[in-house]
């Protein structure tokens, strides 16, 4: 029992010695002060922890801190209506709806803009230059030129109006005012090739081949892949002599243009004329597998080769060319010329080569 154990423990505190007077005083703050710290220890052992974000920091980490801000107003949202949401991730944007648009009124605003635009361009340089240029290609010339003169008449710099004025006065038969057109046009713009080229060409159909070669070389020399331009310069050198200059032009004709077929043949007879017949023979060769059906190409291929002492081949070709176009007095006459050279040449049919020179003679005077 209980009784017992307090008895006890009631008797033996009665036996303890009464403390002196001078030890009470200090004896007693002792004793509330183990009173005073066991209660504090009691009600903070059985307190909550407090919450970390309650915490206040100590001096030093506050001064290091950045100052709190001011909370912001608050502000009431405007009342708008949203659509329905869709499940799932929520969205943090808010929803505003875009203003109405009627589509007609966007249409009518484009159909009125490209109208304006179209007004525009109608009056621009470069459609007047387009519309000017169909006249000229519809054989509308007077209304073309018409066309450029304006043109002309607001820009005097403009290169395209200037080419198709000199165009549509070439074609109005006006060529001496077309060639002062181009004169003017190839100063304006020394690089314009084919202002070049159409200059030219009118020159020579004026008849003033040294200015028309001037032309095609400046051509040339502007653009070295100009076939048209070494053509036409080859012909006119051919014509005035130049054979130098003929046989260059020729040469780089034929490299750009190998299927034309008077490349080759005009080539052959300025290099018979440089006295080179075998190099003469290929270009005749070449122009007769284009032309097989032509009698000129084989006779002048008979003619390189016997220039160049090929009898037995010279007469091959020049018999080709006999039968493509009989009783041709120049083929003829040209066969009878190399019987009588193989006269010396073949001894074993000697008197058979005299026979038929002798024959081809007489036939060629029985026909003057």
Known sequence: MLVAPFLTRAREAATIPPVASRWFIPLSLLIFAVLVGGL???????????PSKWVRHSRDTLLDSPP??????KVEPVAVARPAKKAGKKSARRFVEPPTVKWTDVAAHLDLESVKLRLDAAESAPAELIAAKRDLEAG?????????????????RNTAAMAGRAAALTALGRLDDAASCYESLVKL???????????????????????????????????PDHARGYYNLATLAQRA????????????????????????????????DFDEPLDAARCFAV???????????????????????????????????????PCD??????????????????????????AQALAINEQVAGME
């Open 189 to 223: 713009a020394p690089r314009d090739a084919l202002a070049r080229y159409n200059y030219g060409v009118l020159l020579y159909r004026r008849g003033a081949f040294g200015e028309a070669s001037t032309q095609f070389r400046e051509l040339v020399a502007l653009q």
């Open 241 to 272: 002599g130049r054979l130098t200059e003929a046989r260059d032009a020729w040469t780089a004709f034929t490299r750009l243009e190998p299927a034309v077929p008077s490349g080759w043949f005009n080539l052959g007879v300025v290099l018979l």
């Open 329 to 354: 007095a120049m083929v003829m006459t040209a066969m009878a010329d190399l019987h009588a050279a193989m006269i010396e040449s073949d001894g074993e049919r000697a008197e058979l080569h005299r």
């Open 68 to 73: 709190a801000k001011p909370a912001p107003p």
């Open 140 to 156: 509308r010339a007077a209304a073309a030129l018409r066309a450029y003169d304006n043109l002309l008449a607001r820009s005097k």
């Open 287 to 325: 122009f007769s597998a284009l032309r097989p059906g032509e009698a000129d190409g084989y006779t002048n291929l008979g003619a390189a080769f016997a220039a160049a002492g090929s009898l037995e081949d010279a007469m091959e070709a020049l018999t080709i060319s006999d039968a493509l176009m």
């Open 40 to 50: 504090w220890t009691y009600l903070s052992a059985t307190e909550e922890p407090t």
